[in-house]
């Protein structure tokens, strides 16, 4: 005669000899039947006697297949050990978990719904804990035979989950399926308890297996009340809004286990370890996190993931989702858990940090191009760091701080990639700005004027560049800012030397231009040397060589111009006729371009041609073309000094600060009007103490205009070497004040043949 019996965790019934066992978990139907110690069936077995076998449901043979198709099944004849089904224990419940989708919990549901048929109701409609089975008799090491039917009733509650709470006829699969948490995890506490108390009275003494079928159903239970929890987690967040409710009961039935499970069995009892449900639910929350935040991934050719175009939209979308869900937490989801005593705030806002960063470290992994390494660091440091970002000031802050979101090797390695990348960028803006020049110069286009200024633009763009670069640099890290600063400084050196040979070799090099550029060095030096001194504090001897090179241009177009209206002075028609006019209105006309340069510049250039016209007279007077005797020499004396007045009264009259000149011109034409000879000594000394810078030759050369005679002029010229051996002691030197007139001064050969004969 047989019977048949549901098989624990699929629900199906089959039928056995008796003195068989239907075992769960086989690949074969022989190796799902055993025999059977002299004992009954265990009270997990409803009985019925030949009765037909109900028709199986689609899943119900999806079940069976995969039951058959099992891992590790055992051969006829082979009775498997309590090793043996904790390991298909855990083979079920993974596969059990694989299969069903991640967003999809109604299969998890009919799984534990048709997967644990011990606990589930029998065909009558009734619970199974109400069908009479025969409960094993303690063997022998247990020092009686045969127990009271007190123990065969609590037998049967234990091997059911016939507690209190199954009165109201709802299974434990049902309760979870129904998210009734915590009256599943009191049921499935009460077997626990009933399963521990019979194995202590040795009740499975001789039927071990029965032991193992039970509390694999048990922990079977666990295992589908724990995927609940993840399929929770999983929806907290989803479009369909938050479930206070399951919160509330997730948080009970968490804290729950913890106080039932504190900490190991000391006898290493599995169905006494602790569930630890509260770290699975926080790894739940991380993984629900990381699904998240993983949306916009692209992948190439080879199926590798790749960096998105629009990398900045990327991080945008990215930053949007992460303070949206966490506004979520902490408006809905935190107080839910929070008044089941269960604080959930900080589990979320380290899991989206932690997601948030591994994301990141995927797109740092990808990132090419300046602009893309520069997205990757300002978003990291500007926007995800900024106040408020992971949250409002109204939660209590991380015990422990938050990991970096970058990993200190990885940010190293995007500042170092983002500066190699920026050289060549910045060395491109320079050739950009230097051709928009060029263009300029090709159309022949006229400076504009900026407040009565010569402008062009390319100190605006070089100081737009160097601004934005450092300011950009310096929002992400002071180390990046001062990297950037002398990548800046040693990109502009480069740049102020081709430009300057560029223009000077161009074909605009006009009076107007010139201006403009030394505006531009300018500004550059105002401008960058004022903020940024300790970086461009190198680059002041290139702008102002820059400079100069322009200025001297400027001064050699006018020195062309004036140049042979110089070579009329001194002469025998120059002393009844004013050759000078010409000269200082020339130097009128050139000071009329000085009003549209900088007025630092444009003093200087000022004084440069101060210095330029008394120069040039006085090599005229040094280098006469006709020799003055006698009353000629005294007519041109007093000229000398006319025209002295006349050349300082107009640089004076322009602005030129260059007093130090008006000696010059005075001093020789006293010495070649004086009629008491003595006093030339004292004239000489005024001129070699006014200017430091004579040298013996134009002594000499002064001398020889006045024909003083060999012994008069040796006497005067051993004075004068003692006067500026003494000067050149007491470290008077023109050259380092500034003050060069008489050092280029060149002598000709026949005024140096007169020096000889003297």
């Known amino acids: 005669m047989g019977f048949w019996c549901l098989l624990p965790g699929t629900g199906r019934p089959t039928t056995t000899r008796p003195g068989f066992l239907s075992f769960p978990f086989t690949s074969s139907s022989a190796a799902a039947k055993m025999p059977l110690p002299q004992t009954q069936a265990s009270g997990l077995e409803l009985h019925r006697r030949q009765e037909p076998v109900e028709p199986h449901t689609p899943a119900q043979g999806a079940r069976r297949a995969s039951s058959e198709d099992a891992p590790g099944a055992q051969h006829e004849g082979f009775r498997p050990g309590l090793g043996t089904l904790r390991r298909a224990l855990s083979r079920a419940s993974q596969r059990a978990s694989v299969r069903a989708p991640r967003g999809d919990t109604g299969l998890l549901r009919l799984s534990g719904r048709f997967l644990f048929g011990s606990l589930?109701?029998?065909?009558?409609?009734?619970?199974?804990?109400?069908?009479?089975?025969?409960?094993?008799?303690?063997?022998?090491?247990?020092?009686?035979?045969?127990?009271?039917?007190?123990?065969?009733?609590?037998?049967?509650?234990?091997s059911t989950g016939a507690g209190p709470e199954e009165a109201e006829g709802t299974s434990v699969a049902d309760l979870i399926s129904q998210r009734q948490l915590l009256a599943a995890f009191k049921r499935l506490r009460h077997l626990e308890t009933g399963l521990v108390a019979e194995k202590a009275s040795c009740t499975f003494q001789q039927d071990p297996t029965g032991f193992a079928r039970r509390a694999m159903d048990v922990c079977l239970h666990y295992d589908g009340l724990a995927a609940e929890i993840g399929a929770i987690v999983r929806e907290t967040l989803g479009p369909d809004g938050v479930d206070a409710a399951a919160l509330a009961e997730l948080a009970r039935v968490v804290r729950a286990e913890e106080e039932a499970h504190p900490e190991p069995p000391a006898d290493g009892d599995f169905l006494r370890t602790p569930r630890r449900w509260r770290q699975y639910w926080e790894d739940a929350v991380r993984r629900r996190a990381g699904s998240l935040t993983a949306g916009g991934r692209q992948e190439g050719p080879g199926g590798q993931p790749t960096l998105p175009t629009d990398l900045a939209r990327l991080l945008a979308e990215l930053g949007a989702l992460v303070r949206r869900d966490l506004q979520k937490v902490q408006r809905e989801v935190h107080p839910a858990y929070a008044a089941a005593g269960f604080p959930a705030w900080e589990a979320y806002l380290r899991a989206f940090h932690g997601a948030v960063a591994g994301r990141l470290q995927e797109l740092a992994h990808d990132a090419r191009g300046c602009?893309?390494?520069?997205?990757?660091?300002?978003?990291?440091?500007?926007v995800y760091s900024s106040p408020g970002f992971l949250g409002s000031q109204d939660q209590a802050l991380p015990s422990e701080p938050l990991p970096p979101l970058l990993a200190p090797d990885v940010w190293a390695r995007l500042e170092d990639d983002y500066t190699s990348f920026l050289e060549t960028k910045i060395a491109s803006c320079f050739d950009g700005i230097l051709q928009l020049e060029q263009s300029r110069w090709a159309a022949a286009e006229a400076p504009e004027e900026l407040q009565g200024l010569y402008h062009t633009p390319l100190s605006f763009d070089v100081c737009m560049l160097v601004a934005e670069h450092v300011k950009a640099a310096g929002s992400i890290s002071a180390e990046l800012e001062a990297t950037t600063l002398g990548i800046c400084a040693r990109a502009l050196g480069l740049f102020l030397h081709r430009f300057e040979k560029a223009f000077l070799e161009s074909g605009a090099v006009t009076e107007p231009n010139l201006c403009a550029s030394i505006n531009a060095c300018e500004e550059l030096r105002t401008h960058l040397l004022a903020k940024f001194p300790e970086s461009f504090g190198e680059l002041e001897k290139a702008l102002g060589a820059a400079a100069r090179a322009f200025q001297k241009r400027l001064l050699q177009g006018l020195q062309g111009t004036v140049q042979p209206l110089f070579r009329v002075l001194c002469t025998k028609a120059w002393l009844t006729q004013d050759l000078l006019q010409p000269v200082m209105d020339k130097v009128l006309a050139f000071s009329g371009l000085l009003g549209h340069m900088a007025p630092p510049l444009a003093q200087e250039t000022l004084q440069q041609v101060h210095r330029y016209v008394v120069r040039e007279y006085l090599a005229q007077v040094l280098r006469p073309r006709e020799r003055l005797r006698g009353v000629d020499r005294r007519s041109g004396s007093q000229k000398m000094g006319l025209e002295a007045q006349a050349i300082g009264s107009t640089f004076q009259g322009l602005g030129s600060e260059a007093t130090w000149l008006g000696q010059a011109i005075p001093c020789v034409a006293d010495i070649l009007g004086e009629t008491y000879k003595d006093d030339i000594r004292r004239h000489l000394e005024t001129l070699i103490r006014s200017y430091p810078d004579i040298r013996r030759d134009h002594v000499l050369a002064i001398l020889a205009l006045r024909r003083l005679g060999r012994r008069r002029n040796q006497h005067f010229l051993r004075h004068a070497q003692a006067v500026l051996r003494a000067a050149a002691k007491a470290g008077g030197s023109g050259a380092a004040g500034g003050r060069v007139l008489f050092e280029e001064i060149e002598l000709g050969t026949s005024m140096d043949a007169l020096v000889t004969c003297i």
Do not use: I
């Open 120 to 158: 589930r109701r029998t065909p009558d409609n009734r619970p199974a804990g109400d069908q009479t089975g025969v409960t094993s008799e303690p063997g022998p090491a247990c020092g009686r035979k045969g127990s009271s039917k007190a123990k065969e009733d609590v037998g049967r509650r234990s």
């Open 371 to 382: 602009e893309q390494l520069y997205v990757l660091l300002d978003w990291a440091a500007n």
